[in-house]
């Protein structure tokens, strides 16, 4: 009880002002304690257009800008504090290491700020997988960065764009989300940029990683995850594109009955630098192909061997005597994400063990 002596009369209108202020407050507490994300646009089909509502497919992608993709999904405002940038406007059969040199420096400039706790990447499905490993490799913050497409064009009847790209944020933003390198988030999936890949044409559910697994699940506006990569990445690799403006030539050879070596040839007198060995089964070489991988490592051509069936490992001195050759395996890297982990290495040595040695780091 208050003593009548003190009573003050202000009291009453003080308790009320503050009971009225404390909600106001709390919103803007709440407000402020949203995490920043940006979202960095490239095109693809999450902002693609089609004739009518079902068309699916003969679409035309990178129509739409960053701006309108976020307006069309106004529930990023409860999740993130989100501003978007236009970085290209592409379908990702385009995209090229000029366009990954370009966005990997601007993700490091922006992940360098204080006020920028995520990343999302909107892209093409076609090439999602590599530009994902790539930024894997060379983005220099533990801070999350998630690459995100669609299957569907914005105008179709059930795109799944909308929700892609809100699960994007909602990860970009989370504290789960950090230290675990390069995510992409589809379909209510969580998938590593190291392991993950495409895996049918144009149904939702396109993006696995076979034999190894989701990294987790986005549910009720939350991220699960139960695993996470145990290779080295982001701010743990050797690679610094701050002060690249162009990669070596790699190129990728297919194994497949009847080859030749018209192809690798080619690559070779075109200044390739890199080969990566797409064989047959555990790599396999035909014998139609060894003479010139042989006489292409002897001109300073790093081979790597890698397998078209896309999982499992590559066995070392397995199909081929690698260590007389002095070529070099993939590990269980397939032939795409092969090429990137070479160029990188090849900024850095030409030392064929070097590069070994990083194929089973990365």
């Given at each position: 009880m208050i003593n009548k002596k003190w009573r003050n009369p202000a009291l009453p209108a003080l308790f009320l002002c503050c009971s009225l202020l404390l909600p106001l407050a709390q919103a803007q507490t709440a407000a402020v304690a949203l995490p920043n994300v940006v979202?960095?646009?490239?095109?693809?089909?999450?902002?693609?257009?089609?004739?009518?509502?079902?068309?699916?497919?003969?679409?035309?992608?990178?129509?739409?800008?960053?701006?309108?993709?976020?307006?069309?999904?106004?529930?990023?405002?409860?999740?993130?504090?989100?501003?978007?940038?236009?970085?290209?406007?592409i379908a990702s059969e385009n995209m090229n290491n000029d366009a990954w040199l370009k966005l990997a420096k601007r993700i490091n400039v922006l992940l360098a700020q204080s006020d920028v706790d995520g990343i999302v990447v909107t892209h093409g499905t076609d090439t999602i997988e590599e530009t994902a490993y790539f930024l894997n490799l060379v983005v220099k913050s533990r801070k999350p960065v998630v690459v995100v497409g669609a299957m569907r064009p914005a105008t179709a009847i059930s795109a799944d764009g909308p929700i892609n790209l809100y699960n994007s944020v909602l990860l970009a933003g989370s504290p789960e989300a950090v230290g675990k390198g390069v995510l992409v988030a589809m379909n209510d999936q969580i998938n590593g940029a190291r392991e993950v890949t495409k895996t049918n044409t144009t149904t939702l559910d396109t993006f696995k990683t076979p034999e190894l697994g989701v990294l987790g699940y986005i549910q009720g506006s939350k991220p699960f995850f139960y695993r996470q990569s145990t290779r080295s990445h982001t701010a743990d690799t050797e690679f610094d594109v701050s002060t690249l403006d162009v990669l070596p030539q790699v190129d990728i050879v297919y194994g497949y009955a009847n080859v030749n070596p018209i192809a690798l040839n080619a690559f070779v007198a075109a200044g390739a630098k890199g080969i990566i060995h797409a064989g047959v089964g555990d790599g396999s070489l035909a014998k139609t192909m060894t003479p010139a991988l042989v006489d292409a490592r002897k001109k300073g051509v790093i081979i790597v061997r890698s397998s078209r069936v896309g999982q499992g490992i590559v066995a070392r001195n397995g199909e081929a005597d690698d260590d007389k050759l002095d070529f070099v395996v993939s590990d269980t890297l397939n032939p795409q994400k092969a090429r990137i982990l070479l160029m990188l290495e090849l900024t850095k040595t030409s030392s064929s063990k070097e590069i070994q040695q990083a194929f089973y780091k990365y």
């Amino acid at each position: 009880m208050i003593n009548k002596k003190w009573r003050n009369p202000a009291l009453p209108a003080l308790f009320l002002c503050c009971s009225l202020l404390l909600p106001l407050a709390q919103a803007q507490t709440a407000a402020v304690a949203l995490p920043n994300v940006v979202i960095l646009a490239t095109g693809g089909t999450i902002a693609g257009t089609g004739a009518t509502t079902t068309t699916t497919v003969g679409y035309t992608a990178a129509k739409i800008g960053v701006e309108a993709l976020i307006e069309a999904v106004p529930e990023l405002k409860k999740v993130a504090n989100v501003r978007g940038e236009q970085v290209m406007q592409i379908a990702s059969e385009n995209m090229n290491n000029d366009a990954w040199l370009k966005l990997a420096k601007r993700i490091n400039v922006l992940l360098a700020q204080s006020d920028v706790d995520g990343i999302v990447v909107t892209h093409g499905t076609d090439t999602i997988e590599e530009t994902a490993y790539f930024l894997n490799l060379v983005v220099k913050s533990r801070k999350p960065v998630v690459v995100v497409g669609a299957m569907r064009p914005a105008t179709a009847i059930s795109a799944d764009g909308p929700i892609n790209l809100y699960n994007s944020v909602l990860l970009a933003g989370s504290p789960e989300a950090v230290g675990k390198g390069v995510l992409v988030a589809m379909n209510d999936q969580i998938n590593g940029a190291r392991e993950v890949t495409k895996t049918n044409t144009t149904t939702l559910d396109t993006f696995k990683t076979p034999e190894l697994g989701v990294l987790g699940y986005i549910q009720g506006s939350k991220p699960f995850f139960y695993r996470q990569s145990t290779r080295s990445h982001t701010a743990d690799t050797e690679f610094d594109v701050s002060t690249l403006d162009v990669l070596p030539q790699v190129d990728i050879v297919y194994g497949y009955a009847n080859v030749n070596p018209i192809a690798l040839n080619a690559f070779v007198a075109a200044g390739a630098k890199g080969i990566i060995h797409a064989g047959v089964g555990d790599g396999s070489l035909a014998k139609t192909m060894t003479p010139a991988l042989v006489d292409a490592r002897k001109k300073g051509v790093i081979i790597v061997r890698s397998s078209r069936v896309g999982q499992g490992i590559v066995a070392r001195n397995g199909e081929a005597d690698d260590d007389k050759l002095d070529f070099v395996v993939s590990d269980t890297l397939n032939p795409q994400k092969a090429r990137i982990l070479l160029m990188l290495e090849l900024t850095k040595t030409s030392s064929s063990k070097e590069i070994q040695q990083a194929f089973y780091k990365y």
